[in-house]
């Protein structure tokens, strides 16, 4: 008889996403502590204290979604705008996401509020990207001049938590792009460089459609960004985006991605249209990883629902659902960086436990887009249970007056 080996939470009956192969197969997860001590076929003599039967379901390492809005609750007051920022869990854990990237709701000017008061109480991994302007969307638009950007002010942000604060984010929207033009792309680049970490640029213009935004697209592309830069948006149909004014996709795209950019789809509530995602695809452009832009009025209002919801809108354009769910765990991972990656993104014996469990509906569902048009999809995600650092999560009720699945025919 093999001696017995103690763990906390056996995960059975599922079937296990392998992210190198994008497959899936039946297998067992056994967790001790926060970490994964084995997968697959978990032998017999392996004794939990809790098991989770996952019959049914689809278990997959955390999901990441790297564009959310969760600075809830420290923008400042207003008797004329709601917060539109929500709850970190509420993006996080409570929707199956085990780690989310916050893009860009801060500036230096309230960053203390989300590194010092949200990330250390979420239950949800939490990590931030700094926005080039200062007031962040605290106030929108937050760079109207050359002013609202603070070099010395953000580099030493950042420097004081880079553990968390792991990039700058710049959106290219008027009127900041239509004043600085290629200037303002620039001196986020500057900050970034400075500090040493990763710029994310939200491309199109979806306030102006401003023609400065239209020319800095093609430069931003082939001049300014490196490996390991972001750009969030590919699927946008405003002008400054990844589509020429032609309907084309800008060829600098491709010839960046080969270059190691990162291209993140970013629903959002306006930043996602069926028609210019095709484009975007015909075009001969991938994107790397899915991601919700998710905030309070979106999850609610739409179109921007949740990851899930974005990753079903996804789905409906064509791509399969094993790759889908690889570009919302171990692609996004990997775009934070190898250790990230190797830590998060897959599930071996060793790596983090961080795992969603999921339930995949299969019907006729209507996704939406930015533009109010629909797309069929074959498949709706609703999170069932997610694991954080081996702690077994709640999941809430959902966006939709339903729950969490589209309208279906
Ligand atoms: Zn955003």
């Not at 854990?93 to 990237?101: A, K």
């Not at 500090?195 to 939200?202: C, E, I, K, P």
Request: a negative charge; aromatic letters at 4%; charged letters at 20%.
């Amino acid at each position: 008889m093999p001696e017995t080996i103690q763990c906390d939470l056996l995960i059975s009956g599922g079937l296990l996403l392998n992210t190198d192969t994008a497959e899936l197969s039946p297998g067992s997860v056994a967790i001790k502590g926060d970490t994964i001590i084995a997968i697959e076929d978990v032998p017999s003599n392996y004794v939990p204290l809790r098991r989770i039967d996952a019959s049914g379901l689809i278990v997959t390492p955390g999901i990441i979604d790297i564009h959310t809005h969760v600075a809830g609750s420290i923008r400042r007051p207003s008797p004329y705008v709601e917060d539109m920022m929500q709850d970190a869990d509420t993006a996080g854990v409570h929707s199956g996401v085990t780690t989310v990237v916050d893009a860009g709701s801060c500036g230096i000017t309230n960053i203390g509020g989300l590194v010092n008061h949200i990330i250390p109480n979420a239950k949800t991994r939490v990590l931030a990207l700094l926005n080039v302007g200062s007031p962040g969307v605290n106030r929108i638009p937050e760079v109207t001049s050359a002013l609202d950007i603070e070099h010395d002010a953000a580099v030493a942000a950042i420097q004081s938590r880079k553990d968390v604060i792991i990039g700058v984010k710049a959106r290219m929207v008027s009127p900041g792009i239509a004043e600085l033009g290629f200037d303002l792309p620039k001196a986020a680049k500057s900050i970034a460089t400075e500090a040493g970490v990763r710029l994310m640029v939200h491309m199109g213009d979806t306030t102006g459609q401003s023609d400065q935004a239209l020319n800095a697209a093609p430069r931003i592309l082939a001049e300014l960004l490196e490996e390991g830069d972001i750009v969030t948006h590919s699927f946008t149909a405003a002008r400054g985006g990844l589509i020429a004014d032609d309907k084309t996709l800008l060829p600098e795209a491709i010839d960046a991605q080969k270059r190691g950019v990162k291209f993140d789809i970013g629903v959002g509530g306006r930043n996602f249209s069926f028609d210019a995602a095709k484009r975007v695809l015909d075009g001969g452009l991938i994107p790397d990883t899915i991601s919700s832009d998710v905030t309070l009025t979106s999850r609610y209002a739409g179109t921007a629902f949740s990851q899930m919801d974005s990753i079903g809108k996804v789905i409906s354009l064509g791509f399969a659902l094993e790759d889908a769910l690889v570009m919302s765990c171990r692609k996004p991972a990997a775009v934070l960086g190898p250790e990230i990656e190797r830590s998060l993104g897959c599930m071996a014996p060793g790596t983090h436990a961080d795992l969603t469990l999921l339930r995949v509906h299969e019907g006729a569902f209507l996704f939406i887009d930015g533009d109010n048009n629909i797309n069929h999809g074959p498949y709706a995600l609703e999170p069932v249970s997610c694991i954080r650092a081996g702690q077994v999560m709640p999941i809430d009720y959902g966006p939709r007056p339903k729950g969490w699945l589209p309208e279906s025919l």
